[in-house]
């Protein structure tokens, strides 16, 4: 790799991973028609998530991070992938000055973001996907993804009204999982939902409302999609007629839900028992 020293915060060419906390300038905010808005970067944030997005299809274009955590990412930068991708090297202080704040993670990588997965993509060769409606909160949405890696999800795919699963905060609490785990987005929703059933999905609607059955006895063999909607609300009546099968997570002691992203590991361990 080139490593390259920074000593001068603003030095342009540590530009993508500048104002990481600003609402109107992060690099991460997806770039609109005419240039308008953020550069639509994706940025990785620890060795972990980095090794991550190293061997995903978000291939980092360039590095920016203490020499400490450059020396554990060495054998990982040695990938034929990264030959002439720059290690910008900085001290802890610079890179605070760059970034915004202090990074206890000390390094971050940035690539572009790639086109998106067609749905029918996403799905061709699942047995279990996640699909999301109206969850608005980055860090459900980053635990959604680590849950999904971990208990053996094939994919998420995104209704009406979610977050950015490439945001920053989403990224570094999937754990990086939101680079490795396949998504895609709805164009028409619900209707879209008639695509999982033409391939042959179960829908299983999480809902603690009238008429769900317990998740245990809701989840079988076969193709089954689980949709979750935001905390609070829920999905949607709407969307929930167009499920298969509505399910409920047995409560005790006045509790009638869990958080989203809780609650869609509980499935996803139902499914890894069947």
């Known amino acids: 790799m080139d490593v390259i020293d920074i000593t001068d915060p603003a030095d342009p ?10 609402v109107d300038r992060r690099p991460d905010v997806p770039a609109l028609p005419g240039g308008r808005i953020g550069k639509g970067l994706v940025i990785a944030e620890g060795v972990l998530v980095a090794r991550r ?3 995903s299809r ?3 274009h360039a590095f920016f991070g203490v020499d400490r955590r450059m020396a554990e990412l060495v054998d990982d930068l040695r990938d034929p992938s990264l030959a002439g991708v720059p290690f910008y090297r900085a001290s ?6 760059v970034i915004g704040f202090h990074l206890n993670r000390g390094v971050l990588a940035a690539a572009r973001r790639p086109d998106e997965l067609a749905v029918a993509d996403v799905i061709a060769d699942a047995s279990t996907i996640a699909v999301l409606e109206g969850v608005n909160d980055h860090e459900n949405i980053g635990s959604v993804f680590r849950n999904a890696a971990g208990l053996g999800v094939d994919g998420v795919i995104f209704g009406r009204g979610c977050a950015d699963p490439l945001y920053r905060r989403c990224v570094r609490v999937s754990m990086g999982h939101a680079l ?4 895609a987005r709805y164009r028409d929703w619900p209707g879209d939902l008639d695509v999982l059933r033409d391939a042959g999905f179960t829908t299983v609607a999480l809902t603690p409302g009238e008429g769900s059955v317990p998740l245990a006895g809701a989840v079988s063999g076969g193709r089954v ?6 905390e609070g609300p829920g999905l949607t009546e709407h969307t929930m007629r167009r499920c298969d099968v509505r399910a ?4 005790s002691r006045g509790t009638d839900s869990l958080n989203v992203a809780t ?7 139902e499914r890894a028992r069947v």
């Open 13 to 22: 060419r540590v530009d993508d991973f500048r104002d990481l906390n600003s």
């Open 53 to 55: 997005m190293i061997v």
């Open 58 to 60: 978000f291939a980092p």
């Open 92 to 97: 802890a202080d610079v890179m605070a000055e």
């Open 180 to 183: 490795l785990v396949p998504f």
């Open 225 to 230: 999609a689980f949709l979750v909607g935001a």
């Open 248 to 251: 409920r997570i047995p409560m």
């Open 263 to 269: 609650a869609a590991a509980l499935a996803f361990y």
